[in-house]
């Protein structure tokens, strides 16, 4: 019988982002992040072997044979060494994944993707490790990968321990807590980004004078967002929200040789978010960028249109995403899976 396991999963977005680590080797956090699951408009899908006839790891994302000697791809991989040493199992996989998005681009390809495999993996060895257990070791592939393996509001605790045993992600609010709350995406560019999200942190930490002030408010703002978000709180998520993408933007700036991930048209949606609120007398929409260009708009379902529409009127937005709160990754039926089992192979289209 064919232990292929398929599931399906999706990127987060970060209301209070996690940008720097106390410790690079186990991705431990300096600061605790809170993000929104994303609904599968959005998703990675991730077929998984595990197979005596394979003679190392094997991955392919998207159609392509990683490389995975020395390489990030690589150093990810360490996740299914976690699992196999839980699972006193030595045999290597086969790993066959497939992005909806463009990978490398600032769509949280690497917190959707490692998510996907370490949830598909542990169904692949057998375990029946708890979404906890999963996070922690999602954090070693990905730092943000953790909390995509829980569906509504997730707070990644940054943990005080040095064998990370207590940064692990967290459910502060189910799905259908908050169900209004959406997140309009406005798509500028697919373009890859220049520095990674890992080297960039790397700098910040580094270089960035700014840097130590942002550590001294963000646990205080994580604390403070997760109680708007119970509340179901707009104003408060709104202006939280946008101070902590503004606060990151502005390290990263600070970071020298200095990064930008956002461009002018970025800056342009900016200061129509700042228009609408100030003509609607309250914050009806809250933007949040990533380490890419693309806003992402927070908004209640009934003010959906308003945004839509104020992307619409930026001359570079291609395509406006209109998604909503996540549930996390699933199992998928054997019939879609994506490894052709005699081939060992991903199927052709
Ligand atoms: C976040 N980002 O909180 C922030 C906001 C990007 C900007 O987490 O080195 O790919 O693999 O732990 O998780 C992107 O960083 O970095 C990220 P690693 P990761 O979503």
Same mark, same amino acid.
């Given at each position: 019988?064919?232990?292929?396991?398929?599931?399906?999963?999706?990127?987060?977005?970060?209301?209070?982002?996690?940008?720097?680590?106390?410790?690079?080797?186990?991705?431990?956090?300096?600061?605790?992040?809170?993000?929104?699951?994303?609904?599968?408009?959005?998703?990675?899908?991730?077929?998984?072997?595990?197979?005596?006839?394979?003679?190392?790891?094997?991955?392919?994302?998207?159609?392509?044979?990683?490389?995975?000697?020395?390489?990030?791809?690589?150093?990810?991989?360490?996740?299914?060494?976690?699992?196999?040493?839980?699972?006193?199992?030595?045999?290597?996989?086969?790993?066959?994944?497939?992005?909806?998005?463009?990978?490398?681009?600032?769509?949280?390809?690497?917190?959707?993707?490692?998510?996907?495999?370490?949830?598909?993996?542990?169904?692949?060895?057998?375990? #029946?490790?708890?979404?906890?257990?999963?996070?922690?070791?999602?954090?070693?592939?990905?730092?943000? &990968?953790?909390?995509?393996?829980?569906?509504?509001?997730? #707070?990644?605790?940054?943990?005080?321990?040095?064998?990370?045993?207590?940064?692990?992600?967290?459910?502060?609010?189910?799905?259908?807590?908050?169900?209004? +709350?959406?997140?309009?995406?406005?798509?500028?560019?697919?373009?890859?980004?220049?520095?990674?999200?890992? &080297?960039?942190?790397?700098?910040?930490?580094?270089?960035?004078?700014?840097? #130590?002030?942002?550590?001294?408010?963000?646990?205080?703002?994580?604390?403070?967002?997760? &109680?708007?978000?119970?509340?179901?709180?707009?104003?408060?998520?709104?202006?939280?929200?946008?101070?902590?993408?503004?606060?990151?933007?502005?390290?990263?700036?600070?970071?020298?040789?200095?990064?930008?991930?956002?461009?002018?048209?970025?800056?342009?949606?900016?200061?129509?978010?700042?228009?609408?609120?100030?003509?609607?007398?309250?914050?009806? &929409?809250?933007?949040?960028?990533?380490?890419?260009?693309?806003?992402?708009?927070?908004?209640?379902?009934?003010?959906?249109?308003?945004?839509?529409? +104020?992307?619409?009127?930026?001359?570079?937005?291609?395509?406006?995403?209109?998604?909503?709160?996540?549930?996390?990754?699933?199992? +998928?039926? #054997?019939?879609?899976?994506?490894?052709?089992?005699?081939?060992?192979?991903?199927?052709?289209?």
């Amino acid at each position: 019988m064919s232990d292929i396991v398929t599931a399906v999963g999706t990127p987060n977005i970060a209301l209070i982002k996690y940008w720097g680590k106390r410790d690079e080797k186990l991705i431990l956090p300096t600061n605790s992040s809170v993000s929104m699951t994303l609904d599968e408009q959005l998703n990675t899908k991730t077929s998984v072997l595990f197979s005596n006839r394979l003679k190392e790891d094997r991955v392919y994302i998207n159609g392509e044979l990683q490389n995975t000697r020395g390489t990030e791809v690589g150093e990810r991989l360490v996740c299914l060494d976690i699992l196999r040493r839980i699972a006193k199992d030595k045999r290597h996989a086969l790993v066959v994944s497939e992005n909806s998005f463009p990978t490398g681009s600032g769509f949280a390809s690497s917190a959707s993707g490692l998510a996907t495999l370490v949830y598909a993996a542990s169904k692949g060895l057998g375990l #029946r490790l708890s979404g906890k257990e999963m996070s922690i070791v999602a954090r070693r592939g990905s730092g943000s &990968a953790c909390r995509s393996l829980m569906g509504g509001m997730v #707070r990644w605790r940054k943990g005080v321990k040095a064998d990370g045993s207590d940064s692990y992600a967290e459910q502060i609010t189910k799905p259908d807590h908050w169900p209004e +709350l959406m997140n309009v995406v406005g798509i500028l560019s697919a373009s890859k980004k220049k520095f990674s999200s890992r &080297a960039g942190m790397r700098q910040t930490e580094r270089t960035s004078i700014l840097y #130590r002030s942002r550590m001294a408010y963000v646990e205080d703002a994580a604390s403070r967002l997760t &109680a708007a978000l119970k509340k179901r709180d707009f104003q408060t998520l709104g202006e939280i929200t946008m101070r902590d993408s503004n606060n990151m933007h502005s390290v990263m700036l600070d970071t020298w040789p200095p990064l930008f991930y956002m461009n002018d048209n970025s800056k342009e949606v900016i200061y129509k978010v700042h228009e609408l609120n100030e003509s609607e007398g309250k914050i009806i &929409a809250a933007y949040t960028f990533d380490a890419g260009p693309n806003p992402h708009i927070l908004t209640l379902r009934r003010n959906v249109n308003k945004v839509t529409r +104020l992307l619409d009127e930026v001359d570079a937005v291609q395509k406006v995403l209109k998604l909503s709160m996540g549930n996390g990754p699933r199992i +998928l039926d #054997r019939s879609e899976s994506l490894i052709d089992e005699r081939s060992l192979k991903p199927f052709k289209n």
